[in-house]
């Protein structure tokens, strides 16, 4: 889902907030500043590994605003010319430019349903991308007004904006401020932060966390202590390995994208979960949004799901329980504090039907419907 950070004149950026956001958002970075000598906005992007992003932004002149952004893929393929920010154009092949000069440019972190391209991941384009071409750019010469950044607000849902221009930087959502250097995030993966779904945060009272770990395969010459080291750098953990015929076999703390590591031929294998010790707090009855998930005529499988709840927590929700239909093999999820109706994640498409009123019981990790 991604993270952007603004960097308003006179704030210093954070080696350690940028690494947390990298981390947490590894399908690349890039950055944008403002010219003066060429009276352009100078864009860069395309940086596939931390060392080589922080390199390129770590001396950047203070005295100008900055924008950066880390990725997650969610349509358009994990490739550089799909990193951000884009240039403000109607032409999908200019925003592709690692490496430019524009009037304009800008960056996103959330997901535009309307604008999600079919092929999803496979997809030249993203949504970021077609609705810059479709909605941004006619509104350009309009956008430093009041009127047209309340109704982009009003448009936009959870999704977050970053301009910037000649004029200055556009901050379009609700963003969260670093104490420690007060650079604006678009949320809080600048944190260093396991990767767990919190099922614990109904009203005030929490339930405990629900732990995640993935197995995968790799060949069975390669290099564990490099492949090791390389998880880390992308925020995981190896917890235990075991070697077979043909293959090494490893389980991790975090969800790894097979395409940052072709080198080994990555394959995923399968999920595991469990819940922590849970807090022994008053139980509260809680209106649930159930929510359907579809993966067309293919089984919802682990990873599918897993992908759903990853979406969902970077919504701002928070999953609670699953029931499974045995003929469609769809999903129905039951959430909290999630307000995206409907629209289409990684060949997924979900959709609301209904509410129903429950209360989270932490022995058995279920939601018991209220009579």
């Not at 994208?257 to 509260?284: C, D, H, M, Q, W």
Request: aromatic share 14%; proline share 3%.
């Amino acid at each position: 889902m991604c993270v952007i950070a603004y960097a308003s004149k006179g704030i210093e950026i954070s080696e350690k907030e940028f690494r947390n956001c990298f981390i947490n958002n590894p399908d690349g970075a890039g950055f944008m500043i403002y010219d003066p000598q060429k009276k352009k906005v100078h864009i860069r992007k395309g940086f596939m590994d931390f060392e080589s992003f922080w390199s390129a932004v770590k001396d950047l002149p203070t005295d100008k605003d900055r924008v950066f952004h880390f990725r997650i893929a969610t349509s358009g393929k994990v490739s550089p010319e799909c990193c951000h920010p884009f240039v403000l154009t109607d032409n999908l092949d200019d925003m592709r430019q690692t490496d430019v000069y524009s009037d304009i440019g800008f960056s996103h972190n959330g997901v535009m349903t309307d604008f999600t391209p079919t092929a999803a991941l496979n997809a030249p384009y993203s949504d970021t991308m077609h609705f810059g071409a479709e909605i941004l750019y006619p509104l350009r010469s309009k956008l430093y007004e009041e009127s047209t950044q309340y109704l982009l607000k009003k448009a936009m849902g959870n999704n977050k904006y970053a301009i910037l221009g000649k004029k200055g930087a556009i901050i379009l959502g609700a963003w969260n401020t670093s104490k420690e250097t007060g650079v604006q995030y678009s949320n809080t993966s600048y944190e260093e932060r396991k990767k767990y779904y919190d099922y614990g945060s109904c009203g005030n009272y929490g339930y405990g966390s629900y732990n995640n770990s993935y197995t995968y395969s790799v060949d069975a010459d390669a290099d564990v202590d490099k492949l090791s080291a390389k998880i880390k750098t992308y925020g995981g953990i190896v917890s235990s390995w075991y070697y077979d015929t043909d293959k090494i076999y490893f389980t991790v703390t975090k969800y790894l994208y097979p395409t940052n590591f072709s080198e080994y031929n990555l394959r995923y294998v399968g999920f595991g979960a469990g819940y922590s010790i849970p807090k022994k707090e008053k139980k509260v009855e809680t209106t649930y949004t159930m929510i359907r998930c579809s993966a067309g005529n293919v089984p919802m499988n682990q990873e599918k799901i897993e992908m759903m709840m990853q979406f969902i927590e970077d919504c701002g929700g928070s999953v609670w329980d699953m029931t499974e239909n045995t003929v469609s093999k769809d999903i129905v999820l039951y959430v909290t504090n999630f307000n995206e109706l409907e629209g289409v994640v990684q060949g997924v498409t979900y959709a609301t039907y209904g509410t129903i009123k429950g209360v989270y019981d932490d022995e058995t990790g279920t939601v018991r419907v209220s009579a």
